[in-house]
């Protein structure tokens, strides 16, 4: 079992720019969250996705947006991104009939310059 | 408004002792609790959960410890290794959607 994978590892854009990351869930699992984390803090919730719809949204502007296929893997989009954007983007899969874990990828580190 | 609060903020500990860190919660409808561990520039990893039902849940040296009417819960790390040095984060959710996320602890064992 694979777990949860990310892509890419690290990426650095300039402000203004188009970013999409990409993640794999782990294999039983049809839920896809994505959390950003800035540095020194705790994880926010950006938004989570089942059945290739948008379930829950975090307080993230529309800048943010996403993707799940029918493979359940997911993109995360950031569009015009800012200085602020600059964080490690965390995916988390789960399984809906399941008892709520949530399993983190390693992450993407994103540098906006 | 911060859904959970955890503290403290950093922890040393020497080897062998038992670190505790404490969060507090405002939502009564959460009924997931679970501790993440992150080292540095990894994803975090899964320690252990409970669910409010239980006062307490051990595995393996990680206990959890949950007191419903106080909104609050608890994990000590027994026997604590410097390999244990490491961010730790609470969390709370409802129905297994989003989680909320303390601001992390960052605990360092001295050998």
């Known amino acids: 079992d694979a777990g949860v994978t990310q892509s890419p590892t690290h990426l650095i854009k300039t402000r203004g720019q188009q970013v999409t990351l990409r993640c794999s869930p782990k294999?039983?699992?049809?839920?896809v969250s994505w959390y950003q984390q800035a540095l020194g803090q705790g994880p926010q919730f950006i938004f989570q996705?089942?059945?290739?719809?948008?379930?829950q949204r975090g307080n993230f502007p529309d800048r943010f947006s996403g993707h799940q296929f029918p493979n359940y893997s997911s993109e995360l989009n950031v569009n015009a991104l800012l200085l602020g954007d600059s964080a490690l983007y965390l995916c988390?899969?789960?399984?809906?009939?399941?008892?709520?874990?949530?399993?983190f990828g390693p992450g993407t580190r994103l540098t906006v310059l | 408004q911060q859904q959970v609060k955890q503290s403290p903020q950093s922890l040393i500990v020497q080897k062998g002792g038992i670190p505790i860190i404490n969060c507090a919660y405002e939502?009564?409808?959460?009924?997931?609790f679970p501790w993440y561990q992150q080292f540095p520039g990894k994803g975090p990893a899964l320690l252990i959960a409970?669910?409010?039902?239980?006062s307490e849940k051990k595995e393996g040296r990680f206990t959890i410890s949950f007191n419903k009417s106080a909104k609050q819960f608890s994990l000590h790390i027994m026997d604590s290794q410097p390999g244990d040095s490491a961010t730790y984060f609470c969390?709370?959710?409802?129905?297994?959607?989003?989680?909320?996320f303390g601001t992390g602890t960052s605990l360092t064992v001295i050998p």
């Open positions: 409970i669910r409010p039902d239980v």
């Open positions: 294999s039983g699992h049809d839920t």
């Open positions: 939502n009564t409808a959460f009924d997931y």
């Open positions: 988390a899969s789960s399984w809906r009939g399941g008892a709520g874990e949530q399993f």
């Open positions: 996705y089942y059945e290739e719809e948008e379930r």
């Open positions: 969390a709370a959710s409802k129905y297994g959607n989003q989680f909320y």
